[in-house]
């Protein structure tokens, strides 16, 4: 599990830049970024906070993102 401590601190890489880029914990597995609904998988209890993956996953709606996500290519 990622810890409170880093969750508060993370932002959205792409978000940060213009706005406040704050991301929400969903379903224990993923990062929501909060302006531009980006998801950033969480493997291994480790963000994978890469530009690409949350791109990956931006159209994706939140109940069908999967649990646990994949590990990233």
Partial sequence: MVSKHLLEILRCPVCVREKEGLLILNKEY??????C?????????IPIML???GNKWQSTPVET?????PKPA
Wanted: charged share 30%.
């Fill in 30 to 35: 993923w990062l929501v970024c909060q302006d």
């Fill in 37 to 45: 609904s980006r998801k950033y998988p969480i493997v291994e209890d």
């Fill in 51 to 53: 530009i690409d993956e």
């Fill in 65 to 69: 993102l999967p649990v646990p996500p």
